[in-house]
């Protein structure tokens, strides 16, 4: 067993946080306060090539996988850009990643090549208002109507759709069936362009240089080369999507709290009172180094995630668990380092506020910390379905 950091990687997280030190703390402040896209940072990835990281090389990609994207998406986190700096381009690598595996050869080669050079913004459709973390009840259909389908519905919680060209969206193209509740879904790869659709930002708590949105269908005629995968098997398409969205944000949960232990770490250094540091006190140094376990351990498992599914092999216990870990340690890391700052922890000057904010976010998205309990309760323990 080798724990020793891939060069690969350590060189993705070197190259990294050299570019994102060019967006400093206030950069991120403005965006999140003024609800503006970061287009200056997402240029500057672009530029360097790093948007298609995990994109297959014949593609124009780096072809480096998931473990390489997931170091990336953590490094930016870390550097205090936190999932407004994170979200812009996680969804080209985890939404996409259904492309790479499932779309057709002319799909790939008209979509991947602009995805990895920037031309291309791709947002994911899954969640409907009756429909977050039970996918089998999503009620936007699709009909054939020759060699087009007629597409009506609503997604909720659209992150960038807004600034995408493309949705990869999941529909129903069978009813459901109470014997096989994922058979009949099926993934679009929908041009937003089409008439029919509307957006509508949805306003949040935080990360908010990032939209999330409302997006409608109203007869949108979708030419049936959009199909991703075979038609009414796209659960098992969606995976590809799925499992490598919990490693992500695993890994930008981890980030965060890395950001914000060492943001406390600093300030318990400097700031004194009763004439010495406040961090030689237990009651400060204590928590931050709980912090600190917690995110160690949770980084196990993200990065054993990553490796799995790089390789071939079944993570889905494996991405469930890392994002249960990695959200809780983020979160108590962003809570403790709040406390630390004490009175000014509240104020937006030292960003621990949005580092809170974002990391709750973890704990809701892109599924619930019950839901994920709920996976392993069934399908590693073998209880009984609870829901």
């Not at 050299?18 to 991120?28: H, I, K, P, T, V």
């Not at 109507?145 to 129903?172: C, F, Q, T």
């Not at 943001?263 to 318990?268: D, E, F, G, W």
């Not at 700052?341 to 809170?356: H, Q, V």
Request: hydrophobic share 45%; net charge negative.
């Amino acid at each position: 067993m080798d724990f020793t950091v891939d060069d690969d990687l350590e060189t993705v997280r070197r190259a990294i946080a050299e570019l994102a030190a060019g967006f400093d703390a206030e950069y991120w402040e403005r965006h999140d306060r003024e609800h503006a896209f970061p287009w200056e940072f997402y240029t500057t990835l672009a530029d360097a090539g790093w948007l298609g990281i995990s994109i297959p090389e014949e593609y124009g990609g780096g072809g480096l996988g998931v473990a390489a994207a997931s170091v990336m998406v953590e490094t930016l986190a870390r550097s205090g850009g936190a999932m407004n700096a994170c979200t812009p381009v996680h969804l080209g690598m985890f939404g996409m990643n259904i492309v790479a595996k499932h779309g057709s050869e002319r799909m790939r080669r008209e979509t991947l090549t602009r995805v990895a050079t920037g031309d291309l913004h791709a947002c994911f459709g899954v969640t409907e208002p009756d429909a977050g973390t039970d996918t089998s009840r999503i009620r936007t259909r699709a009909e054939r109507d020759g060699e087009h389908y007629v597409v009506n519905g609503r997604k909720v919680w659209i992150s960038k759709a807004g600034e995408s060209e493309v949705i990869v969206l999941a529909v129903r193209t069978a009813p459901r069936r109470d014997d096989a509740p994922m058979h009949g879904i099926s993934i679009l790869l929908v041009d937003m362009a089409t008439p029919g659709i509307s957006v509508t930002p949805i306003p949040k708590m935080g990360r908010n240089a990032v939209a999330s949105n409302e997006v409608s269908f109203d007869d949108v005629r979708v030419p049936v080369s959009a199909l991703v995968g075979a038609e009414h098997e796209g659960f098992s398409v969606l995976l590809d999507g799925l499992n490598p969205e919990r490693i992500l944000i695993a890994h930008e949960a981890l980030g965060i709290g890395r950001a914000a232990v060492d943001a406390a770490v600093r300030y318990a250094k400097e700031r004194t009172v009763f004439d010495r540091p406040i961090g030689q006190n237990q009651g400060i140094a204590f928590p931050l180094a709980e912090a600190t376990a917690r995110l160690d351990a949770a980084e196990l498992v993200c990065r054993k995630a990553a490796w799995l599914y790089d390789n071939g092999h079944r993570c889905a216990r494996e991405a469930n668990t890392a994002k249960y870990l990695a959200a809780d340690a983020g979160f108590f890391a962003a809570d403790r380092a709040m406390q630390t700052f004490g009175g000014m922890g509240y104020a937006e000057e030292y960003g621990i506020p949005r580092y809170f904010r974002e990391a709750r976010l973890m704990q809701i998205a892109p599924v619930s910390q019950e839901l994920v309990l709920a996976f392993i309760a069934q399908n590693v323990l073998g209880l009984p379905k609870s829901y």
